[in-house]
């Protein structure tokens, strides 16, 4: 496993953790609309500011190889955006089949990262 993919793996899950604690608080407190506005502003501030930022000091070439990523995250996001504006409860089964898609999903992305790694 390389450095980068580590190092990255730590600084993404100690930069989320505050938003997924947010999350939880208001989500035990039934407070729906405040954990998913959470999520999605801290996505959409990552996305285009941190992002932005990165391509405007250094910019970032298009690889071909990242289409497989780019589709698989435009899949899901559209999927749970979805989700969240339908007005009908999900039954517990159907709760688990999404979120084993996502799981999977972010295998799959964890997985392609390690082999490009692996292979150059």
Known sequence: MSQ???GLTIVSIGTSLPELVTSV???RKNEVDMALGNAIGSNIFNILF???LAGVISPMPFLMENIIDIMILIVL?????GFAWTKRKKSAEKRRYC???FICGLCDLYLHEI??????
């Open 4 to 6: 980068t993919l580590v």
């Open 25 to 27: 608080v208001a989500a």
């Open 50 to 52: 941190v992002l932005g």
């Open 77 to 81: 996001s559209l999927l749970i955006w």
């Open 99 to 101: 979120d084993a898609g």
């Open 115 to 120: 082999e490009t790694s692996v292979t150059g």
